[in-house]
């Protein structure tokens, strides 16, 4: 059962959140409006990136992170008997030129750099196949989707999802359930853990900007990549304490009662329901 | 004779008109309008008001259900059919993402104003490449606590089961009060 949306609708980075959150396996498809993107997740974890249908070698991408030279690079290749990436890093390992680390960072920068340009992309249309992973002979490198998220927030163009995301600034934040156990695992940016720091209920996003001298719409950026990767929410009434309780009586007036009838009524409603 | 009320809502075309047409006892009472430009060429009406539909229960109590209308008229329809109502069936189109901003909406409004008991409908399961309930949970962010039902509203068992769910919420939440 493929999931198949538009961007416009469901952008990219609310799709990488369902992929993590719901641990999914499989290949996303993104048509850009002049590229396109294949990205292959195994148990919410990203593993690899291409953009415009690329499949560089690994001497490429190496060379690309500047752990290579060409020079390296094009003996290695010489040396191979394909293209495949394991005789590649075999070669690389056995000449010196890279050692397991490099392999591994220069494989991740790749993805990285790969997955963020999609991050730019507000138009287009996606396909995710579930279950569907081939990535032939290259070498991948599990990657976290929530350090995706966030730092692939930062790239965003739409001021307006934002906005639209955090029309107020006077509320507060919740961390969801479990995230300061995702959280220690992620790598972030300073401003964004500056903004984890303060962020609950002692600090509303306005005051989060003021303490973390980060303008609002830097806030706004930060906070709206949290939330996207779901570590962060805007806190309900009834989850901030130290509401006023002039504040509470507005916001109890504001909300609309149901109708509070026995449990005999529902009871009934229950049994001619069933044998219908 | 004591009268009780649920409501149907949800985004343009989610197919609140047909939940309620398949479990009423009555034709549903509704306000449709032909659309001049059909987005979907399978859907040629729209609820321009409101949906009505009747479920006797015994000879002392009666079910009425109604339902929103699509098209975006919801922000000022929704708190006069919430208001003294048992609880709210939010349905989704689950083969149609073009909806989901409209859905997120809807479901932060109840979330921040509404006491009323309600559980999220993954509709039109039947379809190819409709999302399941748990990506929609995801997808929406929709509360752990709130349940996210499967649906075929063409479907009187389907519909059923949702309204049953509905019910035993309705009895949890009179068991949190007590
Ligand atoms: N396959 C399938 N089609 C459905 C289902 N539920 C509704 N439909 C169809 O979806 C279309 C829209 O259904 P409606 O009941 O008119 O939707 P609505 O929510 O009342 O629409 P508005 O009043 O315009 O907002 C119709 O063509 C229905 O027949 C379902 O579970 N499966
Ligand atoms: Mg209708």
Partial sequence: ?276 | MQNVKMVVTGPFSAGKTQFIHTISEIDVVSTERRLSHPADPDKSQTTVAMDFGRLTIDDDLILYIFGTPGQRRFDFMWRILSQGTLGLVVLLDSVRPDTFREAREILNTFQTYADVPYVVVANKQDLPDAWSPEDLRVALRIPRAIKVLPCVATDRESVKEVLLQLLYTILESMDGDS
């Fill in chain 1, 1 to 276: 059962m493929a999931l198949r949306g538009n961007l416009r609708d469901f952008s990219a980075t609310q799709m990488l959140n369902l992929i993590s959150v719901a641990r999914k396996s499989g290949t996303l498809d993104i048509e850009g409006v002049d590229t396109q993107a294949r990205l292959l997740f195994n148990q919410g974890k990203l593993l690899y990136a291409a953009v415009g249908g690329q499949d560089y070698r690994l001497t490429e991408v190496l060379q690309r992170a500047g752990k290579l030279t060409e020079a390296q690079s094009r003996a290695i290749e010489a040396q191979a008997s394909s293209s495949g990436d394991r005789e590649l890093a075999w070669l690389l390992l056995r000449a010196g030129y890279a050692s397991r680390s490099d392999i591994i960072r220069g494989v991740r920068a790749h993805i990285l750099r790969n997955v963020f340009r999609v991050f730019e992309w507000s138009a287009g249309t996606f396909v995710f196949e579930p279950n569907r992973l081939s990535f032939g002979d290259r070498i991948t490198v599990p990657v976290d989707l929530a350090t995706v998220i966030v730092a692939g927030s930062r790239r965003l163009r739409e001021a307006d999802s934002f906005r639209e995301e955090l029309p107020n600034l006077d509320v507060h934040l919740r961390f969801t359930r479990g995230a300061g156990s995702r959280l220690r695992k992620m790598r972030m940016g300073l401003d964004e853990w500056r903004v984890v720091s303060l962020a609950g209920p002692r600090n509303t996003v306005r005051e989060i900007s003021n303490q973390a001298d980060l303008s609002e719409d830097q806030v706004r950026r930060i906070v709206y990549g949290l939330m996207q990767a779901d570590l962060l929410h805007v806190a309900l009434p009834e989850e901030v304490p130290e509401a006023t309780s002039s504040d509470r009586r507005r916001k109890e007036g504001a909300r609309v009662r149901g109708q509070r009838p026995s449990r005999n009524v529902i009871t009934r409603l229950i049994d001619r329901i069933r044998q219908l």
